[in-house]
């Protein structure tokens, strides 16, 4: 029972394009949702996060949309950079809880 | 400020040895949380603690998996007799106060990956 998905496993972007990653959830329940960055051989980063009273947040090039009828996230990332190559992962929890439940990962490939 | 550290950052152990891992959350986060990561797949919760409430253990796969917290300190992750499908990055997390709570990003250490041959 996947709770959190990302149904794109990778996305190739032009520098200085916009990229957009998906992510969807099924749990009604969950009212916080973020976004990590991973490099290979190192930990998650955080990113940007939102929470379910806004529809919208953005810091710098990352913009996090939700759309909370259709259980819907999106991260964009504008101008896309080479050093955005990485893989994304959503993360979603409720508030009476501690564990994030995460996606499977969408690794974006940000091409020169 | 130091970051969420983890010890060792690479384990390999034969079938059914125990395995001990280590964190060390940022100084001041109360909420410390693992995770693993097998290959290809996302990360899946395994326990967390917060200040002195119980754990939450909901996550914990099988009762060869166990963990403690000294305060609101180091924490390890025990595996005993380990098996080959425990081969995983395990990742921990710290934050100021639970995610849920508080609106609490958390933080990520380096990992430790394991290999059971």
């Known amino acids: 029972d996947q709770q959190v998905k990302q149904n794109s496993p990778s996305l190739s972007v032009q520098e200085g394009r916009i990229s957009i990653l998906n992510c969807d959830y099924t749990n009604s329940m969950f009212d916080y949702f973020l976004w990590y960055k991973k490099y290979p051989a190192e930990g998650p980063t955080f990113l940007?996060?939102?929470?379910?009273?806004k529809d919208k947040n953005e810091d710098g090039r990352f913009t996090v949309f939700l759309n909370k009828s259709a259980k819907h996230l999106s991260l964009h990332i504008v101008p896309s950079q080479p050093g955005d190559s990485a893989v994304y992962f959503c993360a979603a929890s409720h508030n009476q809880g501690g564990k994030l439940i995460f996606g499977q990962g969408t690794e974006l490939s940000v091409k020169p | 400020g130091a970051g969420v550290s983890q010890s060792p950052s690479n384990k390999v152990t034969e079938k059914g040895k125990d395995v001990e891992l280590r964190c060390d959350p940022i100084s001041g986060h109360t909420a410390l949380y693992w995770y693993r990561q097998r290959l290809g797949q996302g990360l899946e919760f395994l326990i967390y603690f917060q200040g002195n409430s119980a754990p939450d253990k909901s996550g914990l796969p099988s009762d060869r998996f166990s963990a403690e917290r000294t305060g609101e300190s180091v924490s390890t992750l025990t595996i005993q007799r380990?098996?080959?499908?425990?081969?995983?990055?395990y990742l921990c997390a710290s934050s100021l106060g639970l995610t849920?709570?508080?609106?609490?990003?958390?933080?990520?250490?380096?990992g430790t990956r394991l290999t059971v041959t």
Do not use: M
């Open chain 1, 48 to 53: 940007i996060s939102i929470s379910s009273i």
């Open chain 2, 82 to 89: 380990t098996q080959q499908e425990d081969s995983a990055v």
């Open chain 2, 100 to 110: 849920g709570q508080g609106r609490h990003e958390q933080y990520f250490g380096p």
